[in-house]
């Protein structure tokens, strides 16, 4: 059987799930999840609909066939299938707990990353990462007055070259240009070392222990030109004391960043992320 | 508007939740929220449909509206209106933590209890629970040889006499008789002092310390026959250290017991568990 | 055997374990539980050590026999005997969550609060609080210009008048004026309804809302003039989603609220807490 | 300067705090950090004491230094430097997430393992330790009627070849017999997949599945012959639901086993463990 998900941003309104589950149903569907969420406040419906079907019909049919549902209530959606393998671009700077986590899950299976290459400001991690058998590529940033954007634009050309469907930047350390977030609008996810809103910009681990925090937290959230203001696709949270000092908070940290970046991949790539208003629907 | 509450159980098989959709529409309801489940393993389908409607059907015409469906899919099939404020006893022994968040929750709103009697063997908490209005029963266990039978027979005599819908264990201290625990079955949600299966019996605290663990835990179940067997409904957390003698993992266990039990009846009160096969579905 | 607590802040240097260790048994103490803490970007030295002695000896005693020590190592410090009842004044607004658990802990035993008085600008919670046989001041804010700074004086007038050795904001909702603040210093513990630094000031379960966080805290901290940047005593936090909208946040929020205070409290109480550069060191 | 720590056991009795702390600052040390621990059940005393010195005094001369106070309390005692590399050997079966971080760990300096060898029963992983530069040894369990007994017996001498001070179970899926468990008795550390004691033995998500539990654990502990009941170090659950079969829950539990496993390792490097009475005493 294959497997497709379709996700539903609409107003809210009546008979929208009794809709779309006759719609599935007379296009030879059966729903296997189906998951919906209304914001009353503002009054917005979503749902996330996973079903199976023989495949006679193709992702581009159920496009087209679902057009006159989507006309009534208004809705944006996406239909995807699943398994999704995403052709994916890993950023990252000097520290390499994040991503030598995404390369192991991607090689022993738990994401199906589709891995292109691994681009980096810094040449520390190639030996990792073509011990994985995975491209690396080095771009450092120049000693000109326009070093700076000259990487980045060299980097968004790399980028594009590959044809991918996914960035992660998994602590790559150099801020990104707005024109960069931008293009990459809801296809860039980004680890931040903090639970945001708190402890936004640099350093946050020195933040956290200069205000005596007790939790500390990471944020996987999708890049916007808005630095670490972005969507939030995941947190979680570590207990802490006096007794941690910044080096210890950072190692502490790692291990968080670790599993919150991967979930937050994860949940993207099962088509479980929906962004509205600058918050995520995650569904479960 | 009013609200609706209907849970199913069926095997599974396609077209289902089109169908439910469906009938909820066509009956002049408009679904607020919905969520599924299917366990794959035993190929079993469950479902809870929240709906709202203009109260002009009542739920004896729903009851009846829904056979058909019920009838086609094999359902077993409850359903509820919401708020529900279920007539509710609650039985305890010495220690009061639950039952004074209990009374708390009740008289400041977070759970809707219709507290009809707290039920003792012993007369420590009457002043508490006088103080918030409710009648204080003690029942306690005589001398006799048939002491602690005659004790069950005049609590479950009190019990029936109030025409409960629920009867909350918060931390009562002796066993329940098989015929009892038969009696109220599905209504009747016990506090145990660890994370089940770990500590089944007497003395959780006691046999976590022997263990060295590092976390206890709390668990809150249907009463079963089958002692601390029963399906669970909510379980949390909280680490411990060597530091914590069985004196302080009591201390600390409260905290969990309260919030553990007060999820469980809220899940409860709410429509949201499922029991099936000695496991809950609870929908979020 | 009586227990005294010996709390040191002072310049690392080495040597101050073993005077301290030396000096204690040298006055007939037995070290029962001891933990230190170096902060060495600060180069400073911090230690809480708990001993017993047969009582022939008092507090006066060895405040004066500690002089020499102190003097040697530049040490601030503190003697006190546990258990310790502090008098105790809560200071509550509307909502009850707090204030019920803070006296059901005092009632049944969990924290040894000798509770003088609850002063609320309101008047909801004065049955809760006779029930429990305490003393209820309800000192509202009249209509005047000088309203506020009225019911301030005379909110301050009456703690004065209590002769108290801790005040607890209890969700106490007026923001005390600096003057108020500065006068309870260290004496007076406040929890604010969020993972601080984020969300500070007014409705910050709105805000987390509206920031879309997956996770929500509460924080219990010192009061101090300048609003919820007091040191942070004790945090924790709870896990949310998108459907959680700010009425669900707020009930959620309740049990993190209840149990970080009362954590917070019993800290303190046990002279476990030493603050120094708006930070605390917690010994466990 | 160099480091050293000291860990103690012995009958609790008053004084020996203070005798301690005397005799590191006599021979020449400075405490930095020290705690203790009192069973009070069992009238037993533990400590930990880290302390620096200039180096001019070696490991042995405090170890015959230390014999007159050792002999006065009946301490059982061990004295050893900071940073510890021990030479590790790591045994691994199929799934490879508890290896691979080790192995990056161990590479991006997080744990200061000396990894001399992998060991497995399988092939799977020859790659990816290879890749980063380590040793991989395969012991195949083969056919005969001691195939079992000869593989321990392999995998036992080339353990003792190597001059280990510790072997760690990333998820070695063949159990030890007894004579094996012996002789690396508190210098062998496992990771079993279940919040011990519960789900003791085989397929504990099948099991957890199976009872309805809402969390899941992992716990890393000393090998002993008794198989999962040795002395726990360190435990973690996350929260489950209906939702996640036992394909989900063996995902989920991955990130556990992998952290879990990571901080007991780093306790044990840091010399932070005491074990007594089949619990362990885990210095902060």
Wanted: hydrophobic residues 40%; contains cysteine; proline residues 3%.
């Amino acid at each position: 059987m294959n497997t497709t998900v379709l996700l539903i941003s609409c107003p809210d309104t009546s008979g929208i799930v009794a809709d779309v589950a006759g719609w599935v149903s007379m296009n030879g569907g059966n729903i296997v999840h189906a998951e919906q969420h209304t914001d009353h406040h503002n009054q917005m419906f979503f749902q996330r609909v996973e079903f199976t079907h023989d495949g006679s019909r193709d992702l581009q049919f159920f496009k087209t066939a679902f057009g006159p549902i989507a006309a009534k209530f208004g809705m944006t959606f996406t239909l995807n299938e699943l398994p999704w393998r995403p052709r994916t671009g890993i950023m990252v700077s000097k520290t390499v707990h994040c991503l030598s986590d995404l390369l192991t899950r991607s090689r022993y299976g738990d994401l199906g990353l589709d891995i292109q290459a691994v681009v980096s400001n810094h040449n520390d991690s190639r030996q990792l990462v073509e011990a994985f058998g995975y491209r690396y590529e080095h771009i450092a940033v120049g000693d000109g007055t326009n070093a700076r954007a000259e990487q980045e634009k060299n980097v968004a050309d790399l980028l594009d070259s590959l044809n991918l469907d996914l960035v992660i930047l998994a602590r790559y350390m150099l801020v990104l240009p707005p024109w960069f977030a931008d293009k990459w609008y809801g296809r860039m996810i980004n680890i931040h070392h903090s639970f945001l809103p708190a402890f936004i910009g640099a350093n946050p681990y020195r933040q956290a222990h200069d205000r005596g925090v007790k939790i500390i937290g990471a944020t996987a959230h999708y890049v916007t030109s808005d630095l670490d203001e972005g969507p939030i696709i995941e947190q979680d949270v570590a207990r802490v004391s006096h007794r941690d000092d910044v080096a210890e908070l950072t190692r502490r940290g790692r291990d968080l960043e670790t599993v919150v970046l991967a979930r937050a991949v994860r949940a993207h790539v099962e088509h479980r992320v929906l962004v509205w208003n600058n918050r995520t629907v995650v569904f479960g």
